[in-house]
């Protein structure tokens, strides 16, 4: 199972940015892709996650800025990112939660965004 993140990069605050993180190897489906933010001195931490079936869950701190979506036939999942603040910045990164239970990492992509 691979998961290829991208999309990072430097932002203003107040700015946006779309993440993708393509995911390829699994024959499951059933599963739920995540993104998940560790910004430096912090925790990994949840962002929003996506399941096969379409269902969504955000960090209660980041609804309505942030907007987690797929597209099957690319096996591709978005994080759409709104009004970025400093504090948004971390290493982004994209897991997913296989129906065996198996969880597999990408490689993360960094985002920075400037006050």
């Known amino acids: 199972v691979q998961l290829q993140a991208s999309g990072g990069g430097l932002v203003q605050a107040g700015g946006s940015l779309r993440l993708s993180c393509a995911h390829s190897?699994?024959?499951?489906?059933?599963?739920?892709i995540g993104w998940y933010r560790q910004a430096p001195g912090n925790q990994r931490e949840l962002v929003a996650t996506?399941?096969?079936?379409?269902?969504?869950n955000y960090a209660d701190s980041l609804k309505g800025r942030f907007t987690i979506s797929r597209d099957s036939a690319k096996n591709t999942v978005y994080l759409q990112m709104n009004s970025l603040r400093p504090e948004d910045t971390a290493v982004y990164y994209c897991?997913?939660?296989?129906?065996?239970?198996?969880?597999?990492w990408g490689q993360g992509t960094l985002v920075t965004v400037s006050s």
């Open positions: 897991r997913i939660r296989r129906a065996d239970g198996s969880v597999y």
């Open positions: 190897g699994s024959t499951f489906s059933t599963y739920t």
């Open positions: 996506i399941s096969s079936s379409g269902s969504t």
